[in-house]
């Protein structure tokens, strides 16, 4: 799949979902400033997207892809709360950017030297702590997601 410029994702999100609602573009310094906070880059893609839009809603209350403050109080919600750590794996070498609405979220890999490497989505599961490999970057995330494609 071609790389998107971030004029294309709102037209993606919107061919998949006409009903979707997008927040207003995030600012450069809030994306740093998130990525400062979490200690690792955000990938390409995700910052053309938020660049375009912080964040959107689609269907029934899900969240695609958070805005910038959702993805910094995701992440470090996942990363400190004791009751997370008692009952599920760490959460350190992910950078989640996205829910499905029933409890599920998505999430890049963080590699060992604390940066993102490959653009792979996975899905964490909430009932399992499963990380399962989703899509093979931000396009095949949102084309599944969106268009009902979710096995």
């Known amino acids: 799949m071609p790389p998107f410029n971030a004029a294309s994702w709102r037209a993606l999100v919107a061919q998949v979902d006409p009903d979707a609602s997008f927040a207003p573009p995030a600012s450069e310094a809030a994306i740093q400033d998130a990525e400062r906070l979490l200690e690792v880059g955000f ?3 995700l ?4 660049a375009e839009f912080d964040g959107f809603s689609a269907g029934y209350g899900e ?3 958070w805005s910038v403050a959702e993805i ?3 992440n470090v919600e996942f990363r400190s709360s004791p009751d997370f750590h008692e009952l599920y794996m760490p959460f350190h070498h992910l950078l989640f950017f996205g829910e499905d609405g029933g409890g599920d979220q998505f999430a890049f890999a963080i ?3 604390g940066q993102i490497h490959r653009p792979d989505v ?3 599961d909430h009932e399992t702590d499963a990380r399962e490999w989703y899509a093979a970057g931000l396009r095949q995330y949102l084309d599944r997601r969106l268009s009902g494609d979710d096995v």
């Open 72 to 74: 910094e109080r995701g």
């Open 47 to 50: 910052r053309e997207l938020l």
């Open 111 to 113: 590699q060992a030297d």
């Open 122 to 124: 996975f899905r964490w």
């Open 43 to 45: 990938p390409s893609e």
């Open 63 to 65: 969240s695609p892809v």
